[in-house]
């Protein structure tokens, strides 16, 4: 990189040479219990990410100050291999050829401001880096890690073959360079380096382009792999080349298998490559963790999983299925989400909730849900003002977050900055580190310059909001109606359909728009909307998952159903449902395998079959009608439906719950299996009518354990809890509109029946059973400002008069314009006037 030469640049030797850190005494930082431990307390670390290398290293105290400011506790910045590699091809971490790269002397200013430091260092780093943050030279000097994708043509990304011997001699290079000095800066070691992150979004530069890495290397593993599965003839069977003819194989898989294969072939072919790459991921990740730890590095590891699109999070799960066998059930390593969802709104707050909901579904006992990648920004990405997402949208997206568990949220980005100039020209253009110009991040709630934009008091806000109550939260757990979405890896194991291979692109276009959320996003958005607060659970029987065994006698099972689903999943919803296990389909009636072979294991055990599937079209209205269970329901149309027929299994009775309008035909069916099972299956894209769905659920025993009286569609409600029962009733209203409405919870009123007022996109977390010294907080209309200190607490006021409720036999002494007066049941009433919005209010109990 090149410094600008003036005078502030030379001043100060800072980043030419820098003085050993003394030897202190450290903590720790550890994950269990799926909290984030440090120093043996469970933390919720609010941090923001400031890439140093685009500032000038005057300006970083600025920015860590303002971060500080906002109220968090940590920074986050990637650090990047294109950045701290010279011309020469050594590595400067000190600034002695660039200020841009004095990595230590930003971790030390980090230092001394308490900031604990989320490392990122890649080697893959994307942040519109050119590259992705790969040197220039690794490509040219390896030119066999670029990988070949469909029918041999080179992959439009800068992607490498992760594995590729040279490339991966040079990454270990460069983590002998970094990580040593990270290590020196840990915690564990008296510095502030509490996190490291695994390279960056591994697979999302193939998965986006749909070009997977075929090298000659990945070909000779899948060949390899296949013979000592299936056996050469069995290899020959399933994929339609032998893996002993290098070139024929070679051409088969490039091809997708349609140059010489079959179509049950071409599908084989496909999956497996799919799921070959997962392991390649994971044996890339693997590596780097344990050359990290090599080098010293003892604080827990991040994977960081992408997956969001055009303000949607539906496709996000196939980060999850593409790299959890990298992190899951791996110690001290947890993955981070990295989405970009823009206004959260009725139609996108499920996918936050789900995304949210499969992570911790793959994760084991002891790993926490972080966010690595938190959108914090404008939206306007491109400086062309086609979009602006109101400052609302951090807070409403952070409240859910940490309402599910997510003990980190690294806001992205929080400063803005610049790109300076390559150390050698590329002749690209514009010669600098990154594409972006010579601003970056002209979105963040700091812009390149310094200045705050209008999401910086929103971010301010919100980081109070959830500081005021980390003292609680950080310890809770969110708890759960008794109900849980499934989640099937393999449904989101589609990135790759070759052009010519037509059946797969068809299934991969069903099980899209059928899988995970169901058809129309209704499965979800009916729970969430509805009132519902649920888990998830993996059905893929991964060892290290919540639903590695599914019990019957657990919670009941709603889940998205294209035509596809594996034989094993079938198998086990089979055994479940036979042991009384209760499950809602919704989506199509499973009938082939992964492979795309015939599979009708979970129907036959339903007593089911389709006889036909009729599509909405210009000149055709499909329509269905709920029979008489729902009481008197509208005829509603729908984009599809199945016509179901029973086959008569034995000790199976299937009742009708919804008709085919065009000729009586069920398409949506109750059934009771032999054993005390019972199966729902809704065979249509029945509307998200939220009376209806709640009668479904209800049918199979799912009641909501939060009911709104007066909300309206939009109102998000959960709760989280400790292990001695303190509590946090989180409500989030992502409606244009304000709420108004009383709660109950668990059958009792909340707050002795009190309305609760949200404003138009806005949330709330209330304290409720909160211990203090000689009294207990019962509940709160508004939220706390921080721990109690002994007897006393702090309450944020909002803009609205405000209640708590306080059980003791002691004094209440309350500031300002708050009034106490002593209840019948011996309990301390304190209420205030509004009008006095962000202001604390003090109780002391005396």
């Known amino acids: 990189m090149s410094t600008p030469d003036t005078s502030d640049s030379m001043a ?89 790269r004095d990595l230590v002397g930003f971790l030390q200013l980090a230092a001394e401001r308490d900031l604990l430091v989320i490392a990122r260092p890649g080697p893959f780093v994307m942040a519109e880096l050119k590259n992705e943050g790969i040197p220039f030279r690794i490509y040219r000097d390896h030119p066999e890690a670029v990988p070949a994708g469909w029918d041999g043509v080179q992959t439009p990304t800068r992607t490498l073959d992760y594995l590729e011997p040279g490339y991966l001699a040079q990454a270990e290079r460069w983590y002998s360079a970094i990580m040593p000095e990270l290590a020196d800066h840990q915690v564990t070691r008296g510095g502030n380096v509490a996190a490291v992150q695994l390279d960056n979004e591994v697979g999302m530069l193939s998965w986006v382009t749909g070009s997977p890495e075929l090298t000659d290397r990945t070909l000779a593993d899948l060949a390899r792999g296949a013979t000592q599965r299936w056996g050469r003839e069995g290899a020959i069977l399933r994929y339609g080349a032998d893996p002993k003819d290098t070139e024929a194989w070679a051409a088969q898989w490039r091809s997708g298998g349609t140059r010489a294969g079959t179509e049950p072939q071409q599908l084989a072919l496909h999956h497996d490559l799919g799921d070959h790459h997962r392991d390649r991921y994971a044996t890339y990740l693997l590596h780097l963790r344990e050359i990290a730890q090599g080098h010293g590095i003892d604080v827990p590891f991040f994977v960081n999983v992408h997956g969001t699109e055009q303000g949607r999070g539906r496709s996000f799960p196939i980060g999850i299925s593409q790299l959890s066998r990298s992190y899951a059930g791996i110690p001290q390593t947890t993955s981070g989400s990295d989405h970009y969802l823009g206004e959260l709104t009725v139609e996108n707050v499920p996918d936050l909730y789900v995304i949210n909901a499969f992570m911790a579904a793959v994760h084991d006992a002891d790993q926490p849900l972080t966010s690595l990648e938190f959108e914090s920004g404008t939206g306007d990405y491109g400086e062309d003002m086609s979009r602006q997402v109101t400052p609302e949208a951090l807070e409403l997206k952070t409240r859910l977050c940490v ?26 253009g514009n010669d600098r580190i990154a594409f972006t110009g010579e601003r970056h991040g002209f979105a963040a709630p700091v812009d390149p310059e310094g200045g705050l934009s209008e ?16 003292h609680l939260l950080a310890a809770m757990d969110e708890e759960h109606d008794d109900v849980a979405l499934g989640f099937v890896p393999d449904h989101y194991l589609t990135e790759y359909a070759h052009p010519d291979a ?44 919540a639903g590695a065994e599914l019990d019957p006698a657990g919670p009941a099972l709603a889940l998205g159903t294209p035509p596809v689903l594996g034989r094993a999943v079938q198998e086990r919803l089979a055994a479940y449902v036979r042991g009384g296990g209760r499950l809602l389909l919704h989506g199509r009636l499973p009938v082939l395998d992964d492979d795309g072979t015939p599979c009708t294991v979970l129907a036959d055990t339903l007593g089911l079959a389709v006889d036909t599937r009729v599509e909405s079209a210009p000149d055709h209205f499909t329509s269905v009608r709920a029979t008489g269970w729902a009481g008197e329901q509208p005829e509603v149309r729908v984009g599809y439906l199945e016509r179901l027929r029973t086959t008569g299994a034995p000790g199976t009775r299937a009742e009708p719950l919804a008709l085919d309008v065009a000729d009586g035909s069920p398409v949506a069916v109750d059934v009771t299996v032999e054993g005390g099972g019972r199966a729902i299956v809704m065979a249509c894209d029945y509307p998200c009518h939220l009376d209806f769905w709640r009668a479904l659920f209800a049918r199979i025993g799912v009641h909501r354990r939060i009911v709104a009286h007066g909300g309206s569609p939009g109102l998000v409600t959960t709760t989280t809890a400790d292990a001695t029962g303190q509590r946090l009733v989180h409500l989030v209203n992502v409606a244009p509109v304000p709420q108004k409405f009383t709660l109950e919870v668990a059958g009792e009123p909340f707050a002795d029946g009190a309305s609760v007022e949200l404003t138009a996109r806005s949330g709330l977390m209330l304290p409720a059973d909160i ?47 708050a009034e106490v007066v002593r209840t019948e049941g011996g309990g301390v009433l304190v209420t205030w006037p509004g009008g006095a919005g962000g202001e604390c209010l003090r109780l002391r109990i005396v």
């Open 502 to 545: 037509a059946r797969r692109r068809e299934l991969v276009r069903d099980t899209e728009w059928f899988r995970g959320m169901g058809p129309r996003d209704i499965l979800a958005r009916a729970l969430l909307l509805g009132g519902h607060s649920f888990a998830a659970l993996d059905l893929s029987g991964a060892p290290t998952s």
């Open 403 to 428: 309402a599910q568990g997510n003990r980190l949220i690294n806001y992205y980005l929080f400063s803005g900055g610049h790109n300076p100039p390559l150390d050698a020209p590329a002749g690209d």
């Open 455 to 470: 999401g910086y008091p929103a971010l301010c806000s919100t980081v109070r909001a959830v500081r005021g109550s980390e």
């Open 12 to 100: 100060p030797a800072r980043g030419v040479q820098h003085a050993a850190q003394p030897e202190q005494q450290g903590t720790t930082v550890r994950l269990e219990r799926r909290r984030l431990l440090v120093g043996g307390v469970p933390r919720i670390l609010m941090a923001g990410e400031v890439h140093y290398f685009r500032l000038r290293r005057e300006d970083w105290a600025d920015r860590l100050d303002k971060l500080v400011a906002a109220g968090c506790t940590a920074v986050a910045s990637y650090m990047p291999w294109l950045v701290h590699e010279t011309a020469s091809g050594e590595t400067d971490l000190t600034g002695a050829t660039s200020e841009y």
């Open 771 to 817: 211990r203090l010294d000689g009294a207990v907080l019962r509940w709160a209309t508004t939220e706390l400002d921080g721990p109690a200190d002994g007897s006393a607490v702090v309450l944020r006021r909002g803009d609205g008069p405000g209640r708590a409720l306080i059980d003791t036999d002691r004094e209440v002494v309350v500031d300002g314009d």
